[in-house]
C-alpha cells in the first residue's frame, strides 16, 4: 500500500483558506488519491479523490502536482464546522473494492 | 452522498458477553463492506473486509473466531465481538462501497463499545 505523509496538525481561522498538504512519493501510476476527514466522534467522510488533473466539489478542491507525489486539499473559507482530522490516502484504481489504510491524518483546528 | 447506517452508537455490556453490532447501506448495495477499530487518539485500522455471500477477509493478527462476521445481503453485514473483554472496548466502525464511483467508501457513525 503507498504510504501518504502529513503534518500532524495544523491550525487556520475561521473564513480563511486552508490547505492540507500530503506526500505519496511511492504512487503508483494508477492509484488514486483520496482525501476523508473525521469529526470527532464519528465515522470518517469522504471528502474528494482524483487521479491526475485538479478536482473541485461543493466540499473542496483538490489540487495534485504535475509528478503526483503530492497533493493539496484546499478549504476555501474554513468554517468551525471544517475541524477535523483530514487523512490522505492513496488507493489501487482497479475494479473491485479496494480497502483503505487510514495514516495518522492532519488534525485540523479553526479558530474563531 | 451515500447513506451507511451504523447500530448501536454505543452499547456497554459486561465481560464475557457477546455484542453484535449491525452495519447497513440505506440507498446503495453493497457487494464489499469494511470493518475498522479505532482506539482513543488513534488512526483507523482495518480489521476485515466482508464480502456479501461469502466468507470474510481478516487482517493480519485479527481473531476470526472473536470477530464474526457476516454479509448475508448487499445491503447488511454484522459483525459480532464474541466473549468481549476490556481490552475489546473500542470504536468500531464500519464502510461500505458503491459500485459507482472508483472506491469510495461511505462510514457508520461508529459503534463505541465498552466492556466491563
Known amino acids: 500500500d503507498a504510504k501518504t505523509t502529513q503534518p500532524n496538525s495544523m491550525e487556520s481561522n475561521e473564513e480563511e483558506p486552508v490547505h492540507l498538504p500530503c506526500n505519496h512519493s511511492t504512487i503508483s501510476g494508477t492509484d488514486y488519491i483520496h482525501w476523508y476527514r473525521q469529526l470527532p466522534s464519528q465515522g470518517p467522510e469522504y471528502v474528494i479523490h482524483g487521479l491526475t488533473s485538479n478536482v473541485n466539489n461543493r466540499m473542496a478542491s483538490l489540487a495534485i502536482a504535475e509528478d503526483r507525489k503530492s497533493s493539496t486539499l484546499i478549504l476555501h473559507r474554513a468554517t468551525l464546522r471544517d475541524a477535523a482530522v483530514y487523512y490522505c490516502i492513496n488507493s489501487p484504481g482497479i475494479q473491485g473494492a479496494q480497502k483503505l489504510v487510514f495514516g495518522q491524518g492532519t488534525r485540523l483546528t479553526i479558530n474563531p | 452522498g451515500a447513506v451507511v447506517s451504523q447500530h448501536p452508537s454505543r452499547v456497554i455490556c459486561k465481560s464475557g458477553t457477546s455484542v453484535k453490532i449491525e452495519c447497513r447501506s440505506l440507498d446503495f448495495q453493497a457487494t464489499t463492506m469494511f470493518w475498522y477499530r479505532q482506539f482513543p487518539k488513534k488512526s483507523l485500522m482495518l480489521m476485515a473486509t466482508?464480502?456479501?455471500?461469502?466468507?470474510?477477509?481478516?487482517e493480519q493478527g485479527v481473531e476470526k473466531d472473536k470477530f464474526l462476521i457476516n454479509h448475508a445481503s448487499l445491503t447488511l453485514s454484522t459483525l459480532t465481538v464474541t466473549s468481549a473483554h476490556p481490552e475489546d472496548s473500542s470504536f468500531y466502525i464500519c464502510?461500505?462501497?458503491?459500485?459507482?464511483?472508483?472506491?469510495?467508501?461511505?462510514f457508520g457513525a461508529g459503534t463505541r463499545l465498552s466492556v466491563l
Open positions: 466482508s464480502n456479501e455471500g461469502s466468507k470474510a477477509t481478516y
Open positions: 464502510s461500505a462501497v458503491n459500485r459507482g464511483p472508483k472506491n469510495i467508501q461511505y
